[in-house]
């Protein structure tokens, strides 16, 4: 652009890159609100999972289900098994990655998680030895909780990244055409 209007235009692309970042980010947001599983324990819960792959099973120190209060500080001794429709067993561990999240007023701690190759329907039991009933907590359960988050933030910081971009090669055009067209404009000789 020649004129200064390249220079007024400049900020549209950082508004519009941050603009796609906060998108993806409440997208994420409301992602991972809808597709919690939340349940008390120790308990067992029915789950129809429509994806194969890793579920992470957290532990809300102190969490609201159907607005009564859950607090346990830990869930030293509990123990939690899933088993496919048929029968099987799928295997329960330790988390690769430890994670935690906030989500509005829940916030919890990854403590297992276990993975499955095809969807369908599961049950998870968790129980203390010896059929104790205390203390009561909540576990909630996601999937892919870490790659979902990663990729919101890789994708927010590329879209923000590319706006930057945009702006400065806009800026920088705009200036070394005004530039170019300065030195190419005729001078006009000064009269005495």
Request: net charge positive; aromatic share 10%; no cysteine.
């Amino acid at each position: 652009m020649t004129s200064r209007l390249g220079y007024w235009l400049a900020p549209l692309p950082v508004l519009l890159g941050l603009a796609l970042a906060a998108w993806l980010g409440l997208s994420e947001y409301a992602m991972l609100r809808d597709t919690i599983i939340r349940f008390v324990a120790p308990g067992a819960v029915d789950l129809t999972l429509d994806e194969p792959g890793s579920y992470t099973i957290f532990h809300e120190a102190d969490g609201v289900v159907d607005g009564r209060l859950y607090s346990a500080p830990t869930v030293g001794g509990l123990q939690v098994a899933v088993t496919a429709a048929d029968g099987s067993a799928v295997a329960v561990g330790a988390p690769s990655i430890s994670s935690s999240y906030t989500v509005g007023s829940h916030s919890g701690k990854s403590v297992w998680s276990f993975e499955i190759a095809r969807p369908g329907r599961y049950r998870l039991v968790a129980a203390y030895p010896g059929g104790a009933a205390e203390p009561r907590t909540v576990l909630t359960i996601w999937r892919g909780f870490v790659g979902g988050l990663l990729k919101t933030i890789l994708g927010a910081l590329a879209a923000m990244f590319v706006g930057f971009l945009g702006t400065l090669l806009l800026v920088l055009t705009t200036y070394f055409r005004r530039r170019r067209l300065a030195r190419l404009a005729p001078t006009v000789p000064q009269s005495l």
